[in-house]
């Protein structure tokens, strides 16, 4: 017993979860609508006489069935080699001693081997395409606006409460909590330098940590790698904030600052 159809289901529904039950049950009976309508027209121009998903499978078997040795027992019961390994099968029961005849309700490679035609007549009924227009010949209706429903009168005179329960504070949750023995992997979220854009590293690790918006990749080789700091940027470039020039430092700066050659002319000793 699996959940799958459960989870394909619930999938389904995820953007419908966070709104009121009568807008969820509406957005269920247009969905179900929608693939009744798609999938019944999908049937009907189905020519063949098993679904597409069946004709698969039977075409693989038909495959391994070619590769396979038949020695008859009597009129219904067979031994089939399939390489190293041997098959006992019994066309009257539709059984196989790989145990897929009778679970699949399919003709396994080791019946096909014996049969190789007249398959269809033991496939079962459920995985015919007219069974499949059958399924699918029903139609999904709106339900109409409320105000013009026919309620009877008891129904409407009628006081329909909120069940009891505690509502924990905080936000709903919406992710569904995985079932026991269950592994589910832990989505990361991928970091960026935000420098280079790249995802290799972070900007503590970028080797282009000088030069932050540049376009051209060849002018980030002409840039010198300074070190960490406070710097002036002009252009993307870390520059000295007393002369304008890359490739140093005030602290480090050759050229002196004119501000403080004025203040050593103007200087007057005391004495």
């Not at 019994?90 to 399919?106: A, G, I, V």
Request: aromatic letters at 6%.
């Amino acid at each position: 017993m699996t959940s799958n159809v459960a989870e394909s289901l619930n999938s389904a529904l995820r953007n419908a979860q966070k709104f009121p039950v009568s807008i969820v049950l509406e957005f269920i009976r247009g969905l179900i609508q929608k693939w009744f309508h798609e999938r019944g027209e999908k049937a009907a121009e189905r020519t063949e006489v098993l679904t597409e998903h069946v004709t698969k499978i039977m075409m693989s078997n038909k495959a391994d069935a070619d590769i396979m040795a038949v020695k008859a027992i009597n009129s219904y019961e067979f031994q089939v080699l399939d390489g190293t390994r041997e098959r006992f099968v019994n066309l009257q029961d539709r059984t196989c001693s790989c145990r897929k005849f009778q679970l699949d309700l399919l003709p396994c490679a080791h019946a096909i081997a014996i049969i190789r035609s007249e398959l269809y007549s033991y496939c079962a009924e459920c995985f015919k395409t007219e069974n499949l227009r059958q399924l699918y010949s029903a139609h999904i209706y709106p339900v109409g606006h409320p105000d013009d429903w026919q309620v009877p009168t008891e129904i409407k005179s009628q006081d329909v409460l909120p069940p009891l329960g505690f509502v924990s504070a905080g936000h709903p949750q919406k992710t569904r909590l995985p079932s026991a023995g269950e592994k589910r992997r832990a989505r990361r979220k991928q970091q960026v330098c935000y420098i280079c854009k790249k995802a290799d590293h972070n900007h503590l690790k970028c080797p282009n940590e000088n030069v932050i918006g540049l376009s051209n990749p060849s002018d980030m080789e002409e840039v010198p790698k300074v070190s960490r700091g406070r710097h002036r940027r002009t252009n993307g470039v870390r520059r000295c904030s007393s002369c304008s020039q890359p490739g140093h430092t005030r602290l480090t700066c050759q050229i002196p600052r004119m501000d403080a050659l004025e203040d050593d002319n103007n200087f007057s000793h005391p004495w």
